[in-house]
């Protein structure tokens, strides 16, 4: 089955304890990408990868990191979460840059106390 | 600043009724259009998408009208029912850009 695997599905954590949600596709998809939801606000795209080794920002990338050493996974990294970063966080893939539609993760729900 | 306007943030419509919801962007340059349909604990799905070149475009009991002079765009559910609660995302996409800008979301209810 093609899906887009997220881990954890939820987590408590407190301010400035690192921490890493994991995302994998098993779609052999080029594009990945991960986006944080919140409410009145839609998605926001926080980071994306158009390939192995290459990364770019998208529209609110402070406070965050990713890494794209294999082409199925992409992990989102928080080095010292804050609690505005408490949110619904989805990762998302499709075949290549320029292809739609994007394929999304079940979410992550974080929560920074 | 938000470069795609959803309306309304919430809409209640009885079982078979006409479900409208509206969006409207400001950057020419966005040359893909997707709705996305999301239930609660799950992702984002496309429901419906529709290239600016198309004025219309209907799959089932859901219809994307566009109006390219307007930046409008807007989703129209008929004989909605019960199953197609859920929260409703229009989105823009630029090709040149690979970005995909979101709606502020549209939480529908369908009433028995």
């Known amino acids: 089955e093609a899906q887009v695997t997220q881990n954890p599905r939820y987590l408590i954590t407190v301010t400035g304890k690192k921490l890493t949600v994991t995302c994998s596709q098993n779609m052999n998809h080029e594009y990945m990408s991960w986006y944080r939801q919140d409410p009145g606000l839609g998605l926001r795209q926080i980071y994306y990868s158009m390939n192995v080794e290459v990364t770019d920002k998208g529209d609110v990338p402070e406070g965050y990191k990713v890494s794209r050493k294999e082409k199925r996974n992409f992990p989102l990294i928080l080095e010292s979460p804050s609690p505005n970063q408490t949110s619904l966080y989805f990762c998302?893939?499709?075949?290549?840059?320029?292809?739609?539609?994007?394929?999304f993760g079940d979410g992550t729900r974080l929560s920074i106390l | 600043q938000q470069q795609v306007k959803q309306s309304p943030q919430s809409l209640i419509v009885q079982k078979g009724g006409i479900s409208i919801i509206n969006c409207a962007y400001e950057?020419?340059?966005?040359?893909?259009f997707p709705w996305y349909q999301q239930f609660p604990g799950k992702g984002p799905a496309l429901l419906i998408a529709?290239?600016?070149?198309?004025s219309e475009k209907k799959e089932g009991r859901f219809t994307i009208s566009f109006n390219k002079s307007a930046k409008q765009f807007s989703l129209h559910i008929m004989d909605s029912q019960p199953g197609d609660s859920a929260t409703y995302f229009c989105a823009a996409y630029s090709g040149n850009t690979g970005k995909l800008i979101f709606g502020q979301g549209t939480t529908l209810q369908v009433k028995p």
């Open positions: 998302a893939s499709s075949v290549r840059w320029g292809n739609q539609p994007q394929h």
């Open positions: 950057n020419t340059a966005f040359d893909y």
């Open positions: 529709i290239r600016p070149d198309v």
